[in-house]
Structure formats: structure tokens, C-alpha cells
């Protein structure tokens, strides 16, 4: 995979409402924890979401549209008209694609709508529920605002659906059917009755007090997530369609690689094994070997049994290296935007060949002892960056990987 680059980015994020916002948090540390809406002293102070804040869809699309999608989809709209306007060049509507990842869709508007119709009776129920809710309505509303007539896919693969979407999109233009494709991932299920199930699951806990260690990647003393939301989208292109009208290159798509871990619905295979694979099926994909990899940034939940699994395949393919490696997670200054995740890691990464720079891991104090990588704490650390390589793995045992290098 060699001919696919990214000339365009939009993102809306806990830290940051547009590219530059954004990427600038993260070199400054900054956090998007804050207490949520649902906190109760009485329970303890673990009730932490990442939100997005400041945001207002009438900004950004009609009425019409704004009533008829949820925000899951307003966050996609956003951002997708960020990348779009970066991008900089007329899209061709039958040349052009979406692929776009989610994986919470409109639950939390089905919660909502459910409750509505228990305490209101079946008035209150939304006339437009089902458009609002369906996982596929962010990429089919972004494909309608442009009239685009290429390839249109929703991807739902959990923590990986992103950059499933942006595998899938360079496959689509290596294979001939689109020139350029529209993909990323949007996330917003910010929902009190979800966020009491994952801590009942196990997902997160302790009693924290400190925002800034609500969510701490390859940590010792590790709790699990903070629900993060919020959408990236990436414009990919042929490459010759970019050079040839002389675009601005952030960086290329160069392999992509997924398998299944097939070993549990939200645990990994405790040695890594599966996203090992993925990994190293990303690299084939891309023709390089893991010696070429400058760094990585990772899954890097803060969970317990996550981390370690993801630290033990990093730890095997060290082996393979004679110089050291830098891994990061920007799952501290995010919280895990789930769908979202890996395109914005992407987002972290194309800065990182930018400025030659690897963001930190915010929050994280004390590293994990069996880590044998580089994790870079309190700020980035500059460093040649010409291969990067991205991890999302996610419930359901889906594990992907994707190579990026510097344009």
C-alpha cells in the first residue's frame, strides 16, 4: 500500500474544537476529564467523562439536519467540513467515498427516547428515532451534504472502527473504485446508564480524585477508562491526484493490518499474541519491518489486563530492534472516544511527522515495570519520525493496526 496519502484533517475533541486546538493540547498536556453530569458524592469520586464542550451543531449544519441526526453524527458533520476545507480541492461526486466508524451510534438517544416514552407516554418519543439512531446515518449524512456517489460504508468494529475505516478507504482507492475517500470515526455515548455499566464490568474503578489521573496509560497503578467522545475524519487521496495538483501532504497510509483475537468479548489474549499479529500484518502490508518503526502510539486504555496484554506484544517485537522505541497513548488527554479513537491517535501521529515530535502520555506517573520501551511523561519528546505505527484494539476481540510514514 504506497499510494494512498492524507491531505486533509478535521477533528472535534475534549481538548480541542478543530486540528490546530487540538494538537496543540496535546503538546501542552492538556486534559479533558471533568466530573460527570451524573456525579454523586455518595458513591465516590469515579464518576469522570472526557465531554466535548463548546460545541454547538447549529454552527455547523441546518435545523432540518440538526433534528433529524444525533451527535454522534453532528460531531462527524464537524469534523468531516474541517477536513474537507483542508483538503482544499473540489471532490468529485462520483469519485468520492465515505467510511466512516462508530460504535455507540444513537444509544444514548435511544436511552433517552425509552425513558421518554416510560414517563411521558408514546407523544414523547421522537417522530425521527430511527434516522437519528441507526450506526450508519453519520457517514450517510456527510455523503448527502456533498452529494457524493462513491463507496459508502458505516464500519463497527468497537475501539477499532476507525482504522478499520481508514484501511477499508485505502483499499477502496488502491482497488480503482474511488480517487478520493472521506473516513475517520465518531463517538458519543456519554449515557449515565452505560457509564454505571462499565463500572459495574469492571471497566473503570477506585476512588479517584484527581482528574488527571482518572485515565493514566501503562501506569503501575492503572484504573481502567474515562469515556471520551468526539469525531475525526481524514481525507485520503490518490497520490498522484495530490502531487499532481501540488497538495499539501501530511503523511501516507502505507499498510494496514487486522485480525480477530477470538478469545474473549472485552478481555485480550493476556500474551498479546492476536495484536502482535496485527501488527506485524500491518507492517507486511506496508513492506517494512518493525526496525523501521520510529514509534508507536498505542491502544493504551489504562485498563489493567489491557495495557499489560499490549505491553507484552510490544516487549516481543523489541527483540527485533537494535535502537530504542518510543510509545505513547493519547487516551490521558482524551479519554477513550471508542470508535473515535485510533483515527485521532492518527491525527497525534501526522503531527508527529509535522514537528517531529512524540506527543506524551498524560497523566501517567509511574510506568508499568515489565515495560522495556520508551513512554515519554510530562511533555513530547523531539525525535526523527519517519515510520509510525497506530494500534486499536477493540471488544470483540477486534485487533488493527495501521503504518504511517512521513510524506
Not at 433529524?68 to 462527524?76: D, E, I, N, P
Not at 408514546?122 to 434516522?131: D, E, F, T, W
Not at 450508519?136 to 458505516?154: E, K, W
Not at 470515526?185 to 480524585?209: K, N, P, V
Request: proline fraction near 5%; charge should be negative.
Amino acid at each position: 500500500m504506497d499510494q494512498v496519502v492524507i491531505t486533509g484533517i478535521g477533528v472535534i475533541a475534549s481538548i480541542g474544537n478543530d486540528r490546530h486546538t487540538f494538537v496543540d493540547a496535546l503538546d501542552r498536556g492538556v486534559i479533558g476529564t471533568a466530573p460527570a453530569p451524573w456525579w454523586d458524592d455518595d458513591i465516590g469520586h469515579n464518576s469522570w467523562v472526557s465531554p466535548v464542550t463548546g460545541f454547538d451543531p447549529a454552527d455547523h449544519m441546518d435545523s432540518r439536519v440538526q433534528d433529524g441526526s444525533a451527535r454522534f453524527t453532528h460531531l462527524a458533520l464537524a469534523a468531516a467540513a474541517e477536513a474537507i476545507a483542508d483538503h482544499g480541492a473540489d471532490l468529485d461526486p462520483l469519485a468520492t467515498g465515505v467510511v466512516l466508524g462508530v460504535s455507540m451510534a444513537g444509544a444514548r438517544e435511544l436511552l433517552e427516547a425509552q425513558h421518554a416514552l416510560d414517563t411521558a407516554g408514546p407523544g414523547a418519543v421522537p417522530k425521527k428515532l430511527n434516522i437519528q439512531v441507526w450506526a450508519n446515518m453519520a457517514g450517510g449524512q456527510i455523503a448527502m451534504r456533498y452529494g457524493l456517489h462513491g463507496p459508502l460504508l458505516t464500519v463497527a468494529t468497537a475501539c477499532a472502527s476507525s482504522l478499520d475505516a481508514l484501511g477499508l478507504a485505502a483499499r477502496s482507492i488502491e482497488a480503482g473504485d474511488a480517487d478520493v475517500m472521506l473516513a475517520g470515526g465518531t463517538e458519543s455515548g456519554l449515557a449515565a446508564a452505560l457509564f454505571y455499566s462499565q463500572r459495574g464490568y469492571g471497566m473503570s474503578g477506585g476512588t479517584i480524585d484527581d482528574p488527571r489521573r482518572a485515565m493514566t496509560p501503562f501506569d503501575v497503578d492503572r484504573k481502567g477508562i474515562v469515556e471520551g467522545e468526539g469525531s475525526a475524519v481524514l481525507v485520503l487521496e490518490r497520490r498522484s491526484r495530490a502531487e499532481a495538483r501540488g497538495a499539501h501532504i501530511y503523511g501516507a497510509l502505507r499498510g494496514y493490518g487486522c485480525v480477530s483475537d477470538a478469545f474473549h468479548p472485552s478481555s485480550p489474549q493476556p500474551e498479546g499474541e492476536w495484536e502482535e499479529l496485527a501488527m506485524r500484518k500491518a507492517l507486511r502490508n506496508a513492506g517494512l519491518d518493525f526496525s523501521a518503526v520510529d514509534a508507536v502510539i498505542a491502544h493504551g486504555t489504562g485498563t489493567p489486563v489491557g495495557d499489560a496484554a499490549e505491553i507484552k506484544a510490544l516487549n516481543r517485537m523489541l527483540d527485533e530492534r537494535d535502537r530504542p522505541l518510543y510509545v505513547t497513548s493519547i487516551k490521558g488527554h482524551t479519554g477513550h472516544t471508542g470508535a473515535a479513537a485510533g483515527v485521532m491517535a492518527v491525527v497525534a501521529a501526522l503531527h508527529g511527522f509535522e514537528h517531529q515530535r512524540v506527543v506524551h502520555t498524560a497523566g501517567t506517573e509511574q510506568l508499568d515495570p515489565e515495560i522495556r520501551f520508551e513512554v515519554p511523561l510530562h511533555r513530547p519528546i523531539d525525535a526523527p519520525l519517519d515510520v509510525i505505527q497506530v494500534n486499536g484494539f477493540g471488544f470483540g476481540g477486534q485487533d488493527s493496526s495501521v503504518v504511517l510514514t512521513r510524506a
